[in-house]
């Protein structure tokens, strides 16, 4: 039997190992809603306690709630816009590239060091898939980003309700100084549940909810330079594999109150 690998992570990194076990024990399901081959085999090397995650089924749900939202809305916007480079900010875990492989030009996975290491042991990404050692507030990123004025899928998952008003700000400009024409799929969460939930299933760790916004027009507010083109309640991806909220979903406060996906679209350059 092969011997196990141990991962000492904590904090906001140390999600990612909980969102992909969501998506390894939906897979292994009889007639799973998604199908993820990658997380499946990784969760079967790692010598991990995942019994946390076990517990959390509001964030199993979420995670697969989220999953079939996104990855229905990247093909959408990759099979009407050919050629895309795909950035995918606080990668973590994710293994959408492989999901959607041979629809995109380039895609890159940005997270921090620490969690570049781990993925490193798992995925070896050398093309058109690549990875980058970097915070998503380090505008230094995007000079190891292969551009030339091609269309650009920003995809920002699970990240912002760890960070501060600032450091989405700052996201969104890095974005605006590189790109010519981008947009911007992010995940935000509704200030009331990050000021009142905690995430079970990393009781323990360091990571805590700090930031959200109501819907993508107060985003828009913050900042200027991306028109809210649609925002996508996850309740939308419940309903798939959830009956109740086909009914609930209808509720505006509930509809309101779950994480969406906010469709954010870079304004024109002055002088464009």
């Not at 081959?37 to 995670?63: H, P, Q, T």
């Not at 079970?200 to 819907?215: D, E, L, P, R, Y």
């Amino acid at each position: 039997m092969d011997k196990k690998e141990k991962i000492s992570v904590s904090g906001v990194p140390e999600t990612m190992l909980q969102t992909m076990y969501a998506r390894a024990k939906e897979s292994e399901k009889e007639h799973p809603y998604i199908y993820d081959k990658a997380a499946v085999e990784i969760v079967s090397r790692l010598d991990y306690d995942f019994s946390n995650a076990d517990k959390d089924s509001m964030m199993s749900s979420g995670v697969i709630a989220r999953t079939i939202l996104l990855d229905g809305m990247v093909e959408e916007f990759l099979s009407s816009h050919p050629g895309t480079i795909v950035v995918n900010i606080a990668c973590g875990m994710d293994t959408r590239c492989y999901r959607v492989e041979g629809q995109y030009k380039y895609w890159y996975n940005i997270d921090l060091p620490e969690t570049i290491e781990i993925r490193n042991r798992f995925l070896k990404e050398d093309g058109p898939v690549f990875q980058i050692a970097k915070s998503a507030t380090d505008a230094s990123y995007t000079e190891e980003i292969c551009y030339h004025d091609e269309p650009v899928l920003v995809v920002v998952e699970g990240l912002t309700m760890y960070l501060q008003e600032e450091d989405v700000k700052q996201i969104f400009h890095i974005v605006y100084e590189k790109f010519e024409k981008a947009t911007v799929f992010v995940e935000t969460m509704s200030p009331f549940v990050s000021a009142h939930v905690k995430e079970k299933s990393i009781q323990g760790s360091q990571a805590k909810f700090t930031w959200g916004v109501k819907n993508g027009k107060e985003l828009q507010k913050l900042i200027p330079e991306f028109t809210n083109q649609k925002d996508v309640s996850l309740t939308e991806g419940m309903k798939v594999f959830s009956p109740a909220y086909k009914v609930l979903g209808k509720i505006p406060f509930i509809r309101n109150l779950s994480n969406k996906i906010l469709v954010m679209e870079k304004k024109n350059m002055p002088g464009n």
